[in-house]
């Protein structure tokens, strides 16, 4: 595609670094090398690098691919409820720009330290939080009264969608990422939360799709301009997660 695309949701892989295996599963490598020949002629000029359950509370290999990647490229990491407001700002400065919480396969801060850690990670260093949860409903209350917030993976379930309209409609960004480990029609959730609000929708690969039934496809992104119609194309594809990840940040 012509447009310009902000990969708001990727993953590095370096085996050069520690990994948890998760469920038993521990992934295979994907580098910095292997994601930039993947998205090559996808027109990426900038990501988030989203740390995943079988990352934990590392941040090397998120300092790292930061490093590697350059500018335009910011990290979402996972850390212990109790990191100090020194190590938050030290992140911040490496390019961190949000917490992730992992509910759904853990490696994250758990549900009982979400308002307290979203509230502190805001207050020192301006981060929003983001979520992996199949079940939104049960944090719904309190991701509605959080000051910045963005569901991963199109809130992953068709019943989780009424919930998800009306956190969008209180500002709650979404990721139209993952298709291939979602439970619901992503052309339905996509038009349903562009017609509550466009501004919510931000665009990622979910690369390399660990354990998703099938990997992220190039046609996906053509699938996500369709359904959100021409004239919101570039703010979903990269002006929303910008504004998001890099507004009023240096990186």
Same mark, same amino acid.
């Given at each position: 595609?012509?447009?310009?695309?902000?990969?708001?949701?990727?993953?590095?892989?370096?085996?050069?670094?520690?990994?948890?295996?998760?469920?038993?599963?521990?992934?295979? #490598?994907?580098?910095?090398?292997?994601?930039?020949?993947?998205?090559?002629?996808?027109?990426?000029?900038?990501?988030?690098?989203?740390?995943?359950?079988?990352?934990?509370?590392?941040?090397?290999?998120?300092?790292?691919?930061?490093? =590697?990647?350059?500018?335009?490229?910011?990290?979402?990491?996972?850390?212990?409820?109790?990191?100090?407001?020194?190590?938050?700002?030290?992140?911040? #400065?490496?390019?961190? =720009?949000?917490?992730?919480f992992n509910l759904a396969r853990g490696g994250s801060a758990g549900v009982e330290d979400l308002d307290r850690l979203a509230r502190r990670v805001h207050e020192v260093a301006g981060w929003h939080t983001e979520l992996y949860v199949t079940d939104l409903g049960s944090v719904a209350g309190v991701v509605r009264d959080l000051p910045a917030v963005s569901i991963d993976h199109l809130g992953m379930r068709s019943e989780n969608l009424?919930?998800?309209?009306?956190?969008?409609?209180?500002?709650?960004?979404?990721?139209?990422?993952?298709? $291939?480990?979602?439970?619901?029609?992503?052309?339905? #959730?996509?038009?349903?939360?562009?017609?509550?609000?466009? $501004?919510?929708?931000?665009? $990622?690969?979910?690369?390399?799709?660990? =354990?998703?039934?099938?990997?992220?496809?190039?046609?996906?992104?053509?699938?996500?301009?369709?359904?959100?119609?021409?004239?919101?194309?570039?703010?979903?594809?990269?002006?929303?997660?910008?504004?998001?990840?890099?507004? $009023?940040?240096?990186?």
């Amino acid at each position: 595609m012509d447009t310009a695309l902000f990969d708001s949701h990727l993953h590095i892989i370096d085996p050069d670094f520690p990994l948890v295996e998760n469920t038993d599963y521990l992934p295979p #490598a994907f580098t910095v090398g292997e994601y930039r020949t993947r998205v090559a002629g996808l027109n990426v000029v900038g990501g988030a690098v989203v740390s995943g359950s079988f990352q934990a509370f590392d941040q090397g290999y998120l300092l790292d691919a930061l490093r =590697r990647l350059g500018p335009g490229f910011v990290g979402v990491t996972q850390i212990p409820a109790d990191t100090p407001d020194e190590r938050i700002l030290e992140l911040n #400065a490496a390019g961190v =720009r949000a917490v992730r919480f992992n509910l759904a396969r853990g490696g994250s801060a758990g549900v009982e330290d979400l308002d307290r850690l979203a509230r502190r990670v805001h207050e020192v260093a301006g981060w929003h939080t983001e979520l992996y949860v199949t079940d939104l409903g049960s944090v719904a209350g309190v991701v509605r009264d959080l000051p910045a917030v963005s569901i991963d993976h199109l809130g992953m379930r068709s019943e989780n969608l009424p919930v998800l309209l009306d956190l969008v409609e209180e500002g709650v960004m979404v990721k139209a990422t993952g298709f $291939g480990r979602v439970d619901l029609d992503p052309v339905e #959730a996509i038009q349903a939360i562009v017609s509550v609000n466009p $501004g919510a929708l931000m665009v $990622g690969t979910d690369l390399p799709s660990t =354990r998703a039934r099938r990997p992220f496809a190039d046609t996906d992104l053509e699938l996500i301009a369709e359904a959100v119609g021409a004239e919101q194309i570039e703010a979903v594809f990269h002006g929303n997660a910008e504004a998001l990840y890099l507004g $009023g940040h240096n990186t």
